[in-house]
């Protein structure tokens, strides 16, 4: 029987509190990493947040216009014709606007009001031409110098009248409806993002019309029937390789091969689709995947078993039990789909497009494209404009994603 | 506009097929007595169906590729067109100003030399709708008698039906080969035409870049396709200064979050870093270019330096490691889960506390996985687009200094192709050749990545 030697000695002391204040840093630096990813993130949205609530609103100066001293007639049935607002801008409409602002705010305030000032009081017109029988007040959009102006960014003559205008009350800010029913333009005051929206949902529609179909019957191939040679683990690999290929070598192939066989259709939702779909696929072919091994064996052996064919077994019982696994996964391959930038530069989704595309074959840009082209502009108004669309990019992503969490929570089954 | 009223159409006289075909079924079923017929009245419809929507659709797809082409032919063969200049860029977009007023996309057309092929463009379109939608519906017809007038109560509809079915799944696990054969041969094709005009060598070795997009096409200076310093500033940005900011930052949060963090934390923080990897690359790239690019340049005059860029590599590496960082953490928490817990636990039994078991036990036994997501998340970053085209510049810089201008493959290919340059300029070509550069990286990096990962599941299993 030794003599025990006392285990805890100081040195023994001293390293185990060194041990311990290493554990201890350790997981500090655990926190910090994640404190550091959550930080940047509340700081990418807030920053976002506070830029883009200023887009969605706009500098107005109010106008009162009385229209029964203006002398403009308003036949309601030449109005709702499509050139209703030529017509009234023939009876000297723009005139008449101009006249009332510069009775109202003086020559030099007059001169800042927007090009399409004229433009709104028309549109209101053609909307109610009783309006021509009383005097109204309008809010109109300001020149873009008087929008900074009031911001406290522009030459000092124009800081000061926009001072004075503000101080009588005729210059303010207001939310823009319009920037949610409009579409590009050159000048800030003017933009709208429906444009772009609306190319976007055109052009999601074409990718998940593609995608879901193929990837989804992709995947039960794959899953229930293929055999294993070397074929299908060609596929395997061409799936999974796919499904890592930066998007802008997608890019790439829309332009050489679907604009060489498409070459009128440049721009169009179409070819940005199917681009888009060619990327997403393999993803819903993944998720789809996991989806149909989800499904126990037991259910397709019962169906087996009481005589059904292979592909009444797949198309009665394995598909509907994986569906939802499938779209969890086709929600989350079409938010990066709608994300997308670089395969739709690629394939000329970058031009000008001041109107709201009216098909899947006629030019189009999307809401990710707009963002990009805004954030090239000089102006200073389009920062604000910018965020603004980002704020509804994001919006559109939180919202699919949200369903995909949701689908997957309520359809989670354990078997 | 046609493709839909054609697609349309074809689906509406499936539709009616169907119905069709299922009636005749239960004529002869009621007429036979029920269990008669060989299949269900059902699978007859679908029979009918498919013999109608197949043939239209096949054809719909051929003709929206050729009628475009039949339709120009036409309007150059018409006598209007005889006054058109030679080939060249001016001849096209009279052409395409002219089909755009026919189509109904402009109201006027600009030049008014293409007014006179408005009316052959108009009649050209017009004869070759028709065509299509008669030729579609007479296919539809055929198709449908044909398989109609074959339905029989003995007829084995059912197997019929799942025989096509199986192609039809076939084929579209075919699409994915396609499209990998699609974009190798597209990418291979002009990358070729462009080592015709400039020497590989050149591109690979050269140590200039700056294509000029006006220079003459026929004889490019090939000292000017030199892309190292454009696969430097891609390393540099994507590889080195991105990884630097992912890799401890991913491999912390996911070692905190596996190994300390209380379950309900987890379960808020890991959605949270989730949202980091789905904010559209586009908004990084206005966070980097509007945001992050002037912090830096300020810190760089507050640091002293004279004159910095406001365009540096550091902001676009810096935003993108911050994309990544979700993705090397998702890749790091499966391998670290996939470590057996008996490891674990007779680590912490010897006495070890937990950041030396996580040090010398779990990392290590999980490093081929992590290894793999790194090689994963830097095939990512390289390949990444929108944050360098906003962020980084376009002047090919090869230098080491992070707080420099620096290009990317990436932004060459955005820049080279969105120009007004010709498809037959080296300059444009270009674009293919780095692409395929960036095409055969990515693709060895996913590969290794790929293998790395499945040799490892299996060590445990």
């Known amino acids: 029987m030794s003599e025990r030697l006392p285990t805890r000695t100081e040195a023994f002391e001293a390293r185990l509190k060194k041990r311990y204040a290493a554990e201890r840093r350790f997981r500090l630096a655990g926190i910090g990493a994640i404190a550091f990813s959550i930080v940047v993130l509340a700081f990418l949205l807030g920053t976002m947040t506070l830029n883009g609530i200023g887009g969605f609103q706009r500098t107005e100066l109010t106008v009162p216009i009385d229209f029964t001293e203006a002398g403009l007639t308003g036949d309601p049935a030449v109005l709702s014709q499509p050139g209703g607002l030529q017509n009234l801008e023939a009876q000297g409409l723009p005139a008449v606007v101009q006249f009332f602002a510069e009775r109202e705010l003086g020559p030099e305030g007059a001169a800042e009001l927007g090009n399409g000032a004229w433009r709104e009081v028309g549109e209101a017109i053609v909307a109610d031409p009783a309006l021509l029988n009383r005097r109204a007040v309008f809010d109109l959009p300001a020149s873009a110098n008087l929008a900074a102006a009031l911001n406290g960014e522009g030459a000092p003559e124009m800081e000061a009248l926009a001072a004075r205008l503000e101080a009588e009350g005729k210059l303010g800010t207001g939310f823009d409806v319009g920037f949610l029913t409009r579409a590009d333009a050159t000048d800030p005051q003017q933009v709208g993002i429906w444009g772009a929206l609306k190319g976007s949902i055109l052009t999601m529609i074409v990718t998940l019309a593609l995608a879901f179909p193929i990837g989804v019957l992709a995947a039960l191939y794959l899953e229930e029937y293929a055999p ?165 990019l994001l919006l559109f992503l939180l919202v699919m994603n949200g369903l995909a969490i949701y689908l997957r929570n309520k359809f989670e089954k354990k078997w | 506009m046609s493709l839909t009223i054609l697609l349309l159409l074809a689906l509406g006289l499936g539709l009616a097929g169907w119905l069709a075909g299922r009636a005749r079924a239960w004529s002869f079923r009621r007429s036979a007595g029920a269990g008669s017929l060989a299949a269900l009245p059902s699978y007859h419809a679908w029979y009918v169906a498919l013999w109608i929507v197949v043939p239209m659709i096949i054809f719909i797809a051929a003709w929206s590729v050729i009628a475009p082409q039949l339709i120009s032919q036409h309007v150059l063969a018409s006598p209007a067109a005889a006054d058109l200049p030679e080939f060249g860029f001016k001849r096209e977009s009279l052409l395409s100003e002219a089909r755009a007023v026919a189509t109904g996309a402009a109201t006027a057309v600009f030049n008014q030399e293409a007014a006179a092929l408005v009316e052959p463009y108009r009649e050209a379109i017009g004869r070759y709708q028709t065509i299509g939608i008669v030729v579609a519906l007479i296919l539809g017809f055929i198709g449908g008698v044909w398989s109609f007038l074959r339905i029989k109560p003995d007829f084995t509809a059912r197997t019929r039906v799942e025989r096509t079915v199986m192609v039809i799944l076939l084929l579209a696990s075919l699409v994915a080969i396609l499209t990998t054969l699609g974009i190798f041969v597209s990418l291979v094709f ?56 992912a890799i401890p930052l991913g491999l912390m949060s996911a070692i905190y979050l596996t190994q300390y963090a209380d379950p309900r934390v987890r379960s808020w923080v890991k959605p949270a870093l989730e949202i980091l990897a789905g904010v559209p690359t586009v908004v990084y790239g206005y966070f980097a270019a509007l945001t992050v690019a002037p912090f830096i340049r300020d810190l760089a005059v507050a640091a002293g330096m004279s004159n910095p860029s406001s365009e540096s590599a550091l902001a676009a590496g810096l935003v993108m490691g911050v994309m990544i960082i979700p993705f090397v953490s998702s890749m790091a928490d499966d391998s670290i889960a996939a470590v057996p817990q008996a490891m674990r636990d007779g680590s912490l039994a010897m006495g070890a506390t937990t950041s030396e078991t996580i040090r010398r036990v779990l990392v290590p036994a999980a490093l081929p996985g992590i290894v793999a997501g790194v090689m994963l998340a830097i095939s990512r970053a390289i390949g990444e687009t929108m944050i360098v085209v906003m962020a980084a510049s376009t002047a090919a810089n090869l230098s080491a200094n992070p707080l420099e201008a620096m290009t990317t493959v990436t932004v060459q290919i955005v820049a080279m192709l969105t120009g007004e340059g010709s498809f037959d300029h080296p300059a444009t070509l270009s674009a293919f050749a780095l692409g395929f550069v960036l095409f055969l990286v990515t693709l060895g990096l996913n590969f290794i990545a790929l293998r790395v990962v499945k040799r490892f599941r299996e060590a445990y299993e």
């Open chain 1, 228 to 392: 294993r040679n070397r074929w299908t683990d060609l596929i395997e690999v061409s799936i999974n390789n796919l499904a890592a290929v930066p998007s802008i070598i997608f890019g790439l192939l829309g332009l050489a091969v679907f604009l060489w066989m498409f070459p009128s259709m440049r721009s169009a939702p179409l070819i940005g689709g199917m681009t888009l779909a060619l990327m997403t696929m393999p993803v819903i072919v993944i998720s789809g995947r996991n989806a149909i091994k989800a499904v126990p064996p037991s259910i397709r052996d019962g169906a087996l078993a009481i005589g059904a064919s292979p592909v009444q077994v797949v198309f009665h019982h394995v598909l509907p039990l994986a569906l939802p696994g499938i779209l969890t996964g086709t929600i989350i391959g079409m938010a990066r789909a709608l994300g997308e930038t670089a395969p739709l530069l690629m394939i000329g989704m970058r031009a000008f497009v001041a109107s709201p595309p009216d098909g899947f074959t006629s030019p189009a840009t999307v809401l990710p494209v707009q963002i990009f082209l805004w954030s090239d502009e000089i102006d200073r108004g389009f920062v604000e404009r910018t965020s603004a669309a980002i704020i509804v």
């Open chain 2, 190 to 245: 002009e990358t070729i035409r462009f080592f015709g005009m400039v020497n590989p060598i050149d591109f690979l070795f050269g140590l200039h870049w700056g294509p000029d997009p006006m220079a003459n096409a026929a004889n490019p200076d090939p000292s000017r396709y030199g892309a190292i310093p454009l696969f430097w500033g891609t390393i540099f940005i994507g590889a080195i200064i991105a990884m630097i900011v």
